[in-house]
């Protein structure tokens, strides 16, 4: 009888581990709509919504458009979420969104459908076609060096509204 106990608690103790890795690789959080751009940041689902908040909150909605398996969005992505300027003027300034896939409003696309593409639409719902990147041929794009571009350009949305109100 002692050796049957003993039996069974080894076998518990060799059987325990395993049976929590198990359970532990099942248990996955829940993706956020943040994807990887940053977790403290308040993400809108979609576009309508965005709009009705950007309308309602009176700040510029930004609206990234990336894929998962582009090399350039993954890239961006990276230094997006570890850079606290932009974490911070996106948390606090911004109502935010990133896509990955295209909206039916045309005018988020006024050059073609690219990722990544970073688009600006104020409060009064207009995209902000004037809010370009540093590329002619993409005006729409960063790449990871052009965060003080990006940063620059996401004043320049805030200073457009303030301007306006």
Known sequence: MLHSTLDLCLLLVTVSPNLAIAIKKEKRPPQTLS???GDDITWVQTYEEGLFHAQKSNKPLMVIHHLEDCQ?????????????EIQELAQNNFIMLNLMHETTDKNLSPDGQYVPRIMFVDPS???????????????YTYEPQDLPVLIENMKKALRLIQSEL
């Open 125 to 139: 719902l207009t995209v902000r076609a004037d809010i370009t990147g540093r590329y002619s041929n993409r005006l």
């Open 72 to 84: 350039y969005c993954q890239a961006l992505k990276k230094v997006f979420a570890q850079d606290e």
């Open 35 to 37: 994807r990887g751009w």
